[in-house]
Structure formats: structure tokens, C-alpha cells
């Protein structure tokens, strides 16, 4: 059973720039959710993606966006970075129809932005 | 809407004494409650679950937490600390506004064991 892999492990950008998060899930997931940590908090709720469609966003702006492919696999893009978004990216995997509450995260990416 | 509250950030305990951490919930539904364990350098992992059945739960690793609606609290207790048990540990609720499995996570508390 693979687990969730998360790309880049670590990245530095400049206010302004653009940056593309990806993320594969647990094999046999069809569901992908997004979180940011910011450091010394618990992750907040991003984004939700089923079906190549998003399903479910919390409070974060529209330069926040992402896509699922038909492999399951998810991109999280972020558009005129700001300095408060450097954080820790997680993705997270699960099986819709089947609520155990239960996500399962990768390690994260780490963004710092300049 | 739902939160939650974790009443301290950090936690000190000493290897084979008990732990405690605590949650406290509000939610305007009966909720989904969760505690989450997040190591260095590692993914969040969950370490057990209450969703409306028993009210002590028994999760990983010797954990278990208890539903008390009296109280709204969903603390987390372990009778004898390992010092592989330092971590950062999250309560948190699923919210049930949002399609999905959306979950709220709590700011964390920081469980240090000291030889």
C-alpha cells in the first residue's frame, strides 16, 4: 500500500511569484484534501477535491485554486505569493462514501516566502 | 459551528507517568471528535476517533480519550508515558457544514517525556 508523497519537500519563493504544490494519494483513494500549517498552529482546512472537482473550500482566497487528475493525484497552486503564506502544505487522501473521519496525510511541503 | 480548544500548549511529564491533554468542543450538532498525533518530520496520523457510539474510546499506542457532553470535553489520557510518545498532539472536529470530510483542528499541545 502506497501512502501519500508530497512534492516539493521544500521550496523558497519571492512575494509575488506563483507556486505549484503536488501531491499523490493512498493507493485506492479517490479523494484529496488540502490543509496549510502555519508554524506553532493545527493545519486549517483548504480545499476539497472528488471527481477532478472541488468539493468542499475553507476560508482562503480564489489565488488559492488546485486540480485533481483522473489518477487521483492533486496540485495545489498558489497565485502573488505572500509573505503569511509560507507555511506547511498537507495534503491529505481518503475514500468518499466511506466517513471514518480518518485522513490520511503526507509529510507536507514546507514553502517560505521572501 | 464547530471548534475546538486545547487548554495547553505544552505538556511535561516524566517517562511513566500518566499523560493528560486536554480538549475542550463546541459544535451545534453531535460531533466527530478526533485526536490527531503529528511527529517531527512526519505526516499527521490518527491516534483515535468518537463518532457517537461508546464514550471512552480506545485508540493507538495505549491512548484513549473520553467523550463527556456535560463537560464538552474530549481529553486524552495515557496511563504510562513512552518517550517515543513526544509529539505534537491535535484535538480536533469534523465539520459537518462542509462537503467532504472537512476537518477543524485545535492549535495543538506539545507533549514533552523526560527520561
Known amino acids: 500500500e502506497t501512502g501519500v508523497t508530497q512534492s516539493p519537500t521544500h521550496l523558497i519563493k519571492t512575494r509575488g511569484q506563483q507556486v505549484t504544490l503536488r501531491c499523490s494519494s493512498q493507493?485506492?483513494?479517490?479523494?484529496v484534501s488540502w490543509y496549510q500549517q502555519a508554524l506553532g498552529q493545527g493545519p486549517q482546512f483548504i480545499f476539497q477535491?472528488?471527481?477532478?472537482?472541488?468539493?468542499g473550500r475553507g476560508n482562503f482566497p480564489p489565488r488559492f485554486s488546485g486540480l485533481q487528475f483522473p489518477n487521483y493525484s492533486s496540485e495545489l497552486n498558489v497565485n502573488a505569493l505572500e509573505l503569511d503564506d509560507s507555511a506547511l502544505y498537507l495534503c491529505?487522501?481518503?475514500?468518499?462514501?466511506?466517513?471514518?473521519?480518518?485522513?490520511?496525510f503526507g509529510e507536507g511541503s514546507r514553502l517560505t516566502v521572501l | 459551528a464547530q471548534s475546538v480548544t486545547q487548554l495547553d500548549s505544552h505538556v511535561s511529564v516524566s517517562e511513566g507517568t500518566p499523560v493528560l491533554l486536554r480538549c475542550n468542543y463546541s459544535?451545534?450538532?453531535?460531533?466527530?471528535l478526533f485526536w490527531y498525533v503529528q511527529h517531527p518530520n512526519k505526516g499527521l496520523q490518527l491516534l483515535l476517533k468518537?463518532?457517537?457510539?461508546?464514550?471512552l474510546v480506545k485508540g493507538i499506542n495505549g491512548f484513549e480519550a473520553e467523550f463527556k457532553k456535560s463537560e464538552t470535553s474530549f481529553h486524552l489520557t495515557k496511563p504510562s508515558a513512552h518517550m517515543s510518545d513526544a509529539a505534537e498532539y491535535f484535538c480536533?472536529?469534523?465539520?459537518?457544514?462542509?462537503?467532504?470530510?472537512?476537518?477543524?483542528f485545535g492549535k495543538g499541545t506539545t507533549l514533552s517525556v523526560s527520561s
Open positions: 491529505a487522501s481518503s475514500l468518499a462514501g466511506v466517513y471514518t473521519g480518518e485522513l490520511f
Open positions: 493507493s485506492g483513494h479517490n479523494t
Open positions: 477535491y472528488y471527481r477532478e472537482e472541488e468539493n
Open positions: 459544535s451545534s450538532y453531535s460531533p466527530s
Open positions: 468518537y463518532t457517537s457510539a461508546a464514550t
Open positions: 480536533v472536529v469534523s465539520d459537518r457544514n462542509q462537503a467532504g470530510t472537512a476537518l477543524i
